[in-house]
């Protein structure tokens, strides 16, 4: 389907392809990307998901008519590696200024891309990038979105729009507005200033400046406060001694 919308004198084309059924949407889309020469900004949306992949080899719950489950592929000319935290970055705001428009409270960034609402996790991503020399030459951005659950078995932490509003949302709608926004953001990047982006990043960032407890790879809880972001990514936490540590991904738990 393509789908063609209007935005005062830009005109938009999507390549979107619906699946009944998928195991994930981003290993479809990784493997029809390797396979054919795909369409810049093609999204895979499936109905169903079947073996979801969450961040850290973890699994991703959805439920049939009830969630989004969808994956973006995204080309970029002269996006340095050094530089590719800026591709979750717009694509976290992109979905929480999304949050915004449809009026759910309380939207914020648990870093490094969590997605809550009112601190609970009502969506998630998933980038993996694929390189060529020092660039990225695509991303394939998968994206899950909790609309209208009402329940999620062993998943305290988790929320959707509808237990943030009590109100149903139109799956197809929420979609179509996370879509477009998306790509705006990521075609955004190359003129943008990285320290802008991080910026904006940073001023959503769940829990920023608030003293919270983590905990390090050895399972030791510590007090700190976070900073911030560096350019790689990581997580700036200043310490209760005073000193501003980084974190990779794997490296620190918020306990909070
Ligand atoms: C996370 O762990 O928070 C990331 C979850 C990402 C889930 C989405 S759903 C669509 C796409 N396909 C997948 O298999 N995962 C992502």
Redesign the pocket.
């Known amino acids: 389907m393509r789908l063609k919308s209007v935005i005062p004198n830009i005109i938009i084309v999507l390549n979107i392809i619906k699946l009944n059924a998928t195991?994930?949407?981003?290993?479809?889309?990784k493997h029809l990307a390797k396979e054919t020469s795909l369409p810049d900004e093609t999204v895979i949306l499936?109905e169903r998901?079947l073996?979801?992949?969450?961040?850290?080899g973890?699994t991703?719950f959805?439920q049939q008519g009830l969630s989004?489950?969808?994956?973006a592929y995204k080309e970029f000319r002269g996006l340095e590696v050094g530089k590719q935290f800026a591709v979750a970055m717009e694509v976290s705001l992109a979905i929480a200024e999304a949050m915004d428009a449809l009026g759910i409270p309380e939207i914020s960034i648990k870093w490094p891309?969590?997605i809550l609402a009112d601190r609970k996790?009502i969506?998630?991503?998933?980038i993996e990038n694929v390189l060529e020399g020092h660039f990225i030459k695509y991303s394939i951005i998968?994206?899950?979105?909790n609309v209208n659950q009402l329940s999620f078995p062993h998943l305290p932490q988790a929320g959707s729009l509808k237990l943030s509003t009590d109100k149903d949302f139109d799956t197809e709608e929420v979609f179509q507005i996370l879509v477009k926004r998306i790509f705006k953001g990521l075609n955004r990047i190359p003129d943008k200033d990285f320290s802008e982006i991080k910026r904006r990043y940073e001023e959503r960032l769940f829990l920023k400046d608030q003293i919270a407890i983590f905990e390090n790879t050895q399972g030791k809880p510590f007090n700190g406060e976070i900073r911030g972001v560096s350019d790689r990514g990581e997580l700036l936490i200043e310490t209760e001694k005073k000193q501003l540590q980084s974190f990779q991904f794997k490296e620190v738990k918020m306990i909070y």
């Open positions: 195991d994930s949407t981003n290993t479809y889309l499936a998901q073996a979801g992949r969450g961040q850290m973890n991703w959805s989004l489950t969808f994956s891309n969590d996790k969506g998630g991503i998933l998968g994206i899950g979105i």
